[in-house]
């Protein structure tokens, strides 16, 4: 069993920066792919950005591609999702996953079983 509790919200004019933190606890030696998902009222929820913990490889949405980033904890303890030049479209609240995926295919679009409870962002003008 695996658990994900995220840190690091908050609200933060446009042009702004956060930094969230995901602890993952458990059993984590098996996870290959960990990442981070949001969803804004109203919407589709939306992978952000994802990473393969065995090779570093990462994937990002084109909506945040160059201004967030994302890296882990070697122990696999941990990921990080750094988002710089926030915009008002970014506020969402934003969740933490961590996953054995086939293959390392760690895109938003396999499916993930562990996720956290979320960290809300808010972003305003």
């Known amino acids: 069993q695996v658990r994900l509790v995220e840190s690091g919200g908050g609200s933060v004019q446009a042009g702004g920066s956060l930094r969230l933190s995901c602890a993952v606890s458990g059993d984590t030696e098996w996870i290959n792919c960990m990442g981070w998902f949001r969803q804004a009222p109203g919407k589709e929820r939306e992978g952000v950005g994802t990473i393969d913990t065995d090779s570093g490889i990462s994937w990002f949405a084109a909506s945040v591609e160059g201004r967030f980033t994302i890296s882990q904890d070697n122990a696999k303890n941990g990921v990080y999702l750094q988002m710089n030049s926030l915009k008002p479209e970014d506020t969402a609240r934003y969740y933490c996953?961590?996953?054995?995926?086939?293959?390392?295919?760690?895109?938003?679009?396999?499916?993930?079983?562990?996720w956290g409870q979320g960290t809300q962002v808010t972003v305003s003008e």
């Open positions: 996953v961590a996953d054995f995926v086939e293959n390392n295919f760690c895109h938003p679009e396999s499916e993930y079983a562990n």
